[in-house]
């Protein structure tokens, strides 16, 4: 597994080699580090800082002579709210006060690169990988407790929706926010929320700032593969979102692209992912998922993931990783979110802008739990809860995965992208009425190849008509598939139809479940919530309540992390 920790008044012997700082804090670093030059980890007189990523802008910060470590060290104590603000990239490190014997945490803007802290009086850890912290607390004899609240989001939502953790005492740094850790003390600090203020202009106007927005996002991502002399790991599938990161990025000169996809063989997304790459003569690269063996990685992925997400939520993205020779690419440029960002979660003006209520976007219905009102407070309307929490924590959870092998980013989560995005009127974004009208007005060739949520029709207004027919039939079939008792291959991952024939697979599930399902850190009433989800859940459901398992028999058990 790759990461990093860093702690103060703690051993951390049980990782491996340590590097000491003067500060008094250590620091264990195992990390993929594919951007050198971006990485940070220096010490000015009073700050001890590290940086983990990359940034697309550190020129704007070293107009004075310094080098980027100097200057970054230098703001980093001074300024840190207005230091975040201004980076652009994926990132996530620390700034330890050796004086003042501050610590503080911080990520990037939407939350790209994960990372965790704890905090113990003058007991502290910072880390992008929970295991090691885990594996820290039980060598330090630090006391530890199960989080029921986590397993409750994760048997609902099937993933997190504040900083929690399946570990009580260790919180995640929420996108756009640093927290600062003081005398035991830990205080949140936001520095960036997605901007929630519609403007007037007209539909012309709202595609070109669209276009040169998504342009310069593109070009800062590539750049950066560039500038290291990597090649461009593209995704690529049968939606909207990665298609025209590809296309913008071939027409802005990035032709040394690797394409890669991961479906059902022969579905929309295999078929039509192949033709897009033919057509810009891109190498291309299939991975079919219908042999199941990837669902069957429960231990794995809630390793590399630190249970963020439901283990079968990235696919088999982590499989179509570890099979590539990943020290030939920089980035996975992905389109993570397009879908939302450009068009919009709801159809609803009013829900769409009202107050956030929970309920929405979970994958599962089956059980019923109360959370906190508080949490919805922290958002301005229910769209942003949803990109925050659906989009960031959610989805894009599987970044934490993939960067294990490669960096990620995705140019509609670019901040200046979505400052832009979210200043069109709301009219325009419904229903991808300017993301289509954006596509056809400078992408036309884009639009040649039909789209996956349209059954195969080619993404244009004036094919609505036909898309709805093919709607109708596709409904139709899933309706008599189920009538029939019979799970549908309609899908990218139709996971359901693959489990029912691979008794391997569900002989798995089966063992791993009744192994772990008596473990006493699970609660009566939490017992029967897992018990329910995995006896009477669809495939999906399963998956979520072993993933809590998973968490349980990693960190609650006597095996070795």
């Not at 970054?72 to 709210?81: D, L, V």
């Not at 912290?133 to 199960?146: A, G, T």
């Not at 996809?261 to 790459?277: C, F, L, M, P, R």
């Amino acid at each position: 597994m790759r990461g990093w920790l860093a702690a103060g008044n703690l051993n951390i012997e049980c990782l491996g080699d340590i590097k000491v700082r003067k500060s008094g804090c250590v620091f264990y670093d195992h990390s993929l580090n594919k951007f050198p030059g971006d990485r940070v980890s220096c010490q000015t007189e009073q700050t001890d800082v590290f940086l983990d990523g990359f940034v697309y802008n550190r020129q704007d910060f070293t107009d004075h002579g310094q080098n980027w470590s100097q200057a970054f060290a230098e703001e980093a104590g001074q300024n840190m709210k207005s230091l975040l603000n201004r980076m652009r990239g994926g990132f996530c490190g620390y700034a330890y006060d050796c004086r003042l014997k501050e610590l503080r945490i911080f990520t990037d803007q939407v939350g790209n690169k994960a990372v965790y802290y704890y905090s113990n009086m003058d007991k502290w850890m910072v880390s992008n990988h929970l295991d090691y912290m885990v594996k820290v607390l039980r060598e330090n004899h630090e006391k530890y407790s199960f989080c029921d609240k986590a397993a409750e989001y994760m048997l609902s939502y099937g993933y997190m929706i504040d900083d929690s953790t399946f570990i009580e005492q260790i919180h995640r740094v929420l996108p756009g926010e640093y927290v600062i850790i003081k005398d035991g003390h830990i205080q949140a600090e936001r520095y960036y929320m997605i901007p929630n203020a519609e403007q007037q202009m007209s539909e012309g106007e709202a595609v070109e700032k669209i276009d040169r927005a998504f342009r310069e996002a593109v070009r800062r991502e590539f750049e950066k593969d560039r500038e290291y002399g990597y090649r461009h790991l593209v995704d690529l599938s049968g939606g909207l979102d990665s298609r025209m990161v590809s296309f913008v990025g071939h027409d802005l000169g990035y032709t040394d692209q690797m394409n890669i996809t991961y479906s059902q063989a022969g579905y929309s997304d295999d078929v039509i992912s192949k033709e897009i790459a033919l057509y810009l003569k891109h190498e291309y690269l299939f991975k079919p998922l219908d042999d199941a063996a990837w669902m069957q990685d429960i231990d794995s992925i809630t390793s590399q993931n630190n249970g963020a997400a439901l283990f079968l939520g990235i696919t088999g993205g982590a499989r179509m990783l570890g099979t590539l020779n990943t020290e030939q690419f920089g980035m996975e440029h992905t389109g993570m979110i397009g879908d939302a960002i450009l068009s919009t979660f709801y159809h609803d003006r009013t829900l769409n802008y009202g107050a956030p209520r929970f309920g929405y976007h979970r994958y599962s219905d089956r059980l019923a739990y109360d959370f906190e009102e508080t949490l919805l407070g922290e958002y301005p309307c229910q769209e942003l809860f949803a990109i925050y929490t659906r989009g960031m924590l959610g989805a894009q959870s599987s970044y934490i995965t993939r960067q294990h092998y490669v960096e990620t980013d995705s140019p509609f989560m670019d901040v200046d992208f979505l400052n832009t995005v979210f200043s069109l009127p709301f009219e325009y974004r419904n229903r991808h009425h300017i993301y289509l009208k954006w596509m056809l007005q400078k992408y036309p060739d884009a639009t040649k190849f039909g789209w996956e949520k349209w059954g195969g029709i080619r993404p244009r207004e004036d094919h609505i008509w036909r898309r709805k027919i093919r709607t109708i039939r596709r409904l139709i079939g899933m309706k008599v598939s189920k009538l029939a008792g019979k799970s549908s291959r309609d899908g990218m991952t139709p996971v359901d139809y693959w489990y029912h024939r691979d008794m391997q697979t569900v002989n798995l599930y089966e063992k791993y479940y009744e192994e772990n399902i008596e473990n006493p850190v699970i609660t009566d009433s939490l017992r029967k919530d897992i018990k329910v989800m995995f006896k009477q859940g669809n495939v999906m459901e399963k998956s979520m309540a072993l993933t809590v398992l998973a968490e349980v028999k990693k960190y609650f058990s006597d095996q070795e992390i």
